[in-house]
């Protein structure tokens, strides 16, 4: 039987421009390629999750607009149960630039996913539930006291975030988190990532080598894979390895969820 996992996140539209680099302040950089593709941290990491073979809902808000229909096509097309709400607000929007090295700049207008409230939630049957900061802080932590067992990926970086049984950060989230108990995920970037146990080293990977095309959707796929790999009963250092795969194929593509690969992929890739 599948993992049943619902995503209580966000869910925007990516306006991606593709530059020969990334512009300073004050400069204009031309020359460059325009796309729309879906995304989202709470979207990203539901299409992820079910990509790898998890039964997936997500929970998030969307304005009553045409933005929307384009903001959830991978969801549908990826089968995550339809458990989105329309709001009176403007769907979430990512401004992005990516240069000819895959890095990215991210500026997020969060319209209808800053309207997610504690009453909005409904967690079914999950086994689990996955949560981002993409989102107000009171959702986030009314999730927690819900979930019967509650990840939390903590970005963006934000104090204050609630215990969970996995917390994934960056170097610069872990700062703003401060000390954490239980099991977290600090990932490294190039150098992958290392499993962490009220602060001792438990279990370390490192990325397979592929070509950096866009890391727009790289941190969702790590994400994911790590917490349906874990769900699924593999070691720790196994779903480590697994998830720093995933976020590697992901990083190798363009698009946040034009990107997110399959569990058939990810293996094969290791």
Same mark, same amino acid.
């Given at each position: ?23 300073r ?26 990509r ?8 998030? +808000?969307?304005?009553r607009?045409?933005v ?24 979430g @929007?990512?401004?992005?630039?990516v ?6 700049t @991210? ?17 079914g ?5 996955? +949560?981002?900061?993409? @989102? ?8 927690a ?5 509650? =990840? ?12 969970a049984?996995?917390t994934?950060?960056?170097r ?12 977290? +995920? ?13 602060? %001792? ?20 796929? =790590?994400t ?16 480590l390895?697994?998830? +720093? ?8 593509? =363009? ?8 569990? %058939? %992929?990810?293996d094969?890739?290791?």
């Amino acid at each position: 039987m599948a993992t049943r996992l619902t995503v209580v996140g966000s869910i925007n539209l990516d306006l991606v421009v593709e530059a020969e680099r990334l512009p300073r302040p004050g400069e204009t950089v031309s020359g460059a390629r325009f796309s729309r593709v879906p995304g989202g941290k709470g979207a990203n990491q539901a299409v992820a999750a079910a990509r790898l073979g998890a039964e997936v809902a997500l929970v998030g +808000c969307v304005g009553r607009d045409e933005v929307a229909d384009e903001a959830t096509v991978s969801l549908r097309e990826a089968g995550v149960e339809e458990q989105w709400i329309a709001k009176d607000a403007a769907t979430g @929007i990512a401004l992005i630039t990516v240069d000819v090295a895959g890095e990215t700049t @991210i500026v997020v207008a969060p319209g209808a996913n800053s309207e997610l409230r504690p009453g909005d939630l409904s967690l079914g049957d999950a086994d689990a539930v996955l +949560c981002q900061q993409e @989102i107000p802080a009171e959702t986030v932590a009314h999730v927690a006291e819900l979930a019967p067992r509650f =990840f939390l990926n903590a970005a963006p970086a934000r104090a204050g975030a609630p215990e969970a049984e996995l917390t994934v950060v960056n170097r610069l989230e872990l700062e703003a988190l401060g000390e954490r108990r239980g099991l977290v +995920c600090l990932t490294l970037g190039a150098e992958g990532a290392v499993l962490l146990e009220d602060g %001792e080293e438990v279990a370390r990977a490192a990325p397979p080598a592929v070509e950096a095309v866009d890391g727009t959707g790289a941190g969702d796929a =790590f994400t994911a894979c790590l917490v349906v790999s874990l769900l699924e009963g593999r070691p720790r250092e196994k779903s480590l390895r697994r998830a +720093c795969a995933a976020g590697a194929l992901a990083a190798s593509r =363009f698009g946040a969820q034009t990107s997110l690969p399959t569990a %058939e %992929e990810v293996d094969a890739l290791l």
